[in-house]
Structures are given as C-alpha cells and as structure tokens.
C-alpha cells in the first residue's frame, strides 16, 4: 500500500496495487476509486481532503469493501 497526498490540489490517493486502472466510480462526491479489469479496488482517491476534514477530527477513515484505512488530516 502506498499513500500519497499533493498539497497543491488538496488530493490524496491510497494506492493498494500496481495494477492499471480499468474504471473509476465516484462514492460520495469527493471520492474516487479506481477498479482493475477483473472490478477489485487498486486505489481511493480524496478530492478536497484537508477542507473535506473538520477541524475537530485529526483522522480520515476511508472504508474500502471490508477494510477501513484511517489517515491523519
């Protein structure tokens, strides 16, 4: 897994495998996620992560079928 985050844009992106990008569907506005071929999850990207995250959290918890990965803001 690989988790980077581009200040310039506001975007993180969770990397979970090399594989090339089949698809990608929208889940709540500012989340995207990327599919292979075969439709399994490669990557999660979050638009507007710093604004999209409240003050008073420090964490971002992003569920991904059944795991859930928790990100400091």
């Known amino acids: 897994m690989k988790i980077n985050y581009d200040r310039e844009i506001d975007a993180l992106y969770i990397e979970f495998s090399h594989d090339k990008s ?3 569907i929208e889940k709540g506005g500012n989340i ?3 599919l292979n ?3 399994n ?3 999660v ?3 507007n992560y710093v604004k999209s995250a409240s003050k ?3 964490r971002l ?3 991904v079928g ?3 990965i928790s990100i400091p803001a």
Do not use: P, Y
């Open 22 to 24: 089949f698809k990608t």
């Open 32 to 34: 995207l996620v990327d």
């Open 37 to 39: 071929k075969a439709g």
């Open 41 to 43: 999850v490669i990557g």
């Open 45 to 47: 990207e979050v638009l």
């Open 56 to 58: 008073k959290l420090n």
């Open 61 to 63: 918890s992003v569920a």
């Open 66 to 68: 059944k795991k859930i």
